[in-house]
């Protein structure tokens, strides 16, 4: 798990199309080597409650530290989806099928279309 760089909608779907997102992946992270692996990853959006899984999933290395184990120890639960982790109390999570890539110096950005809607909260912050 991996808090992304940036993230940005990448297209306005019409009726019948999935949406597409941009995601940065920073070269030397485990989340970009397992994305460029099996092509595939959950997007997840926190709350601002949900601030403090920054330091653990956006500054530490998973070389260095377990970030499941580190998230459960705030009191997330940790759900599984096609094997991929998530954070069970998100408010949206969608699984996105890699499209392309394009180099960006430190980080490649990934064109994603959004295959699956994993989880959804409407109206919570």
Avoid at 33 to 62: D, Y
């Amino acid at each position: 798990m991996n808090i992304a760089t940036y993230v940005s909608a990448a297209s306005i779907p019409r009726e019948g199309q999935a949406p597409m997102y941009s995601v940065a992946l920073f070269k030397t992270s485990v989340s970009y080597e397992n994305v460029k692996a099996s092509g595939e990853m959950l997007l997840q959006l926190l709350s601002k409650e949900q601030s403090n899984l920054v330091e653990t999933l956006g500054r530490k290395s998973a070389r260095d530290v377990d970030k499941l184990e580190e998230a459960m120890k705030l009191g997330y639960q940790v759900g599984y989806h096609d094997d991929i982790p998530f954070i069970e109390e998100s408010l949206f999570v969608c699984k996105l099928q890699v499209r392309g890539w394009l180099d960006a110096s430190d980080h490649e950005l990934t064109l994603c279309e959004v295959t699956d809607i994993i989880a959804s909260r409407p109206g919570e912050t």
